[in-house]
Every structure is written in C-alpha cells, then in structure tokens.
C-alpha cells in the first residue's frame, strides 16, 4: 500500500523551530524530486522548499530562504523540512509531495501531476 504521510506539525510561539517529516511507504522515493508545499486559509497553495532528485539542488521560496531547510534522506525513505524563526505569516496546512516527471515540481506543480500527495500537517504560528 502507497503511503506519503507528514507529521511534525504543531502549534508554536513566533522565533520557534519546527521539524517537518514525510514518510514514504510502498515506494521508493530515490528517484523523485520531492517537495513541501503549504496552504494558508484562504489563500493558494505555494511551493515551499523542493529538492532535486537528480542533482540534490533545492529551491526555497523568497519567504522562507535562510529559514526553512529541505533533506532527503533516501536510505529511511523520508524527507524533511526545518523551520527555523517561525513568523505567524508561516501558519498554514504543510503538505509533502513528490515527482516522477519533473524536477522542478515547486515552479511546475501546476502544470504537471504529483505523483504523490501527503495529507497534511497544521502549522500554526502564533503568540
């Protein structure tokens, strides 16, 4: 049975750290880029931080950059994301995804399938 499942999510006071995790079952994620994508209430879904399967490059939003930090770690099938100094603008459902047909999923989830979605994980950032 597939599985592309988050945990990690939580409530936290601005400046925090969290640390998201996504677990893959039933395949392997070697060869697929992966990414984190949020939805904030309301508004759209971005891509958040994405990484490469080819070549192990990432990409960050300009809102996150400096903050979050995207990994792989392919021999526990799993990704992460670290969210350092937490702003209250970062509250918003966290979901993993990844690719088999693109590498560049956070610019081009739009126009090409994720093979994979996770279900979500609430972050919420708040004092």
């Known amino acids: 049975q597939v599985q592309f499942v988050e945990s990690g999510g939580g409530l936290v006071q601005p400046g925090e750290s969290l640390r998201l995790s996504c677990a893959a079952s039933g395949f392997s994620l070697d060869n697929y880029a992966v990414g984190w994508f949020r939805q904030a209430p309301g508004k759209e879904r971005e891509g958040v931080a994405c990484?490469?399967?080819?070549?192990?490059?990432?990409y960050y939003a300009d809102s996150v950059k400096g903050r979050f930090t995207i990994s792989r770690d392919n021999a526990k099938n799993t990704v992460y994301l670290q969210m350092n100094k937490l702003k209250p603008e970062d509250t918003a459902v966290y979901y993993c995804?990844?690719?088999?047909?693109?590498?560049?999923?956070?610019?081009?989830?739009?126009?090409?399938?994720?093979?994979?979605w996770g279900k979500g994980t609430p972050v919420t950032v708040s004092s």
């Open positions: 990484i490469k399967s080819s070549d192990g490059g990432t």
């Open positions: 995804a990844a690719s088999l047909r693109v590498q560049a999923m956070c610019v081009m989830w739009k126009e090409v399938p994720m093979d994979y």
